[in-house]
Nanobody
Framework: QVQLLESGGGLVQTGGSLGLSCTAS????????WGWFRQAPGKEREFVSA????????DYADSVRGRFTISRDNAKNTVYLQMNSLKPEDTAVYYC????????????????WGQGTRVTVSS
C-alpha cells in the first residue's frame, strides 16, 4: 500500500519562506511524476507545481512561478516544495500527489495523494 506523508507546513508571515516535503512509502515512485496542489478554504483544489520523474522538467502555476521551487530526491522517494515570498493568498492545505503515467496539472490524473499539510500566511 502506497502512502504519501507531507510535512513542513505551519504559520509564517507575509514575505517569509517555508519548505514542504512529501515522502512515499510502500513502493518506489522514482518513475512517477510528482505534483503539489493546494486547497484554500471555500475553494476548489488547484494545481501548484509538478515535476517529471527525472527532475529535469517542472511546471508551475502562474500564481507561484518565480516564488516556489519543486524538486525531488528519488533515492529518498521524496518531493519538496520550497516556498518563498509567501503571500496571504498562499494560505491553504497543500497536498502532494504522484502520477504513474502522465506529467500534468490534472487532479484526476494523479494516482496517489497525501493527507495534506496546512500553510497559513499571516498579513
Amino acid at each position: 500500500q502506497v502512502q504519501l506523508l507531507e510535512s513542513g507546513g505551519g504559520l509564517v508571515q507575509t514575505g517569509g519562506s517555508l519548505g514542504l516535503s512529501c515522502t512515499a512509502s510502500g513502493r518506489s515512485l522514482s518513475s512517477f511524476a510528482w505534483g503539489w496542489f493546494r486547497q484554500a478554504p471555500g475553494k476548489e483544489r488547484e494545481f501548484v507545481s509538478a515535476i517529471k520523474w527525472s527532475g529535469e522538467v517542472t511546471d508551475y502555476a502562474d500564481s507561484v512561478r518565480g516564488r516556489f521551487t519543486i524538486s525531488r530526491d528519488n533515492a529518498k522517494n521524496t518531493v519538496y516544495l520550497q516556498m518563498n515570498s509567501l503571500k496571504p493568498e498562499d494560505t491553504a492545505v497543500y497536498y502532494c500527489a504522484a502520477d504513474a503515467t502522465r506529467f500534468s496539472r490534472g487532479i484526476l490524473n494523479y494516482d496517489y495523494w497525501g493527507q495534506g499539510t496546512r500553510v497559513t500566511v499571516s498579513s
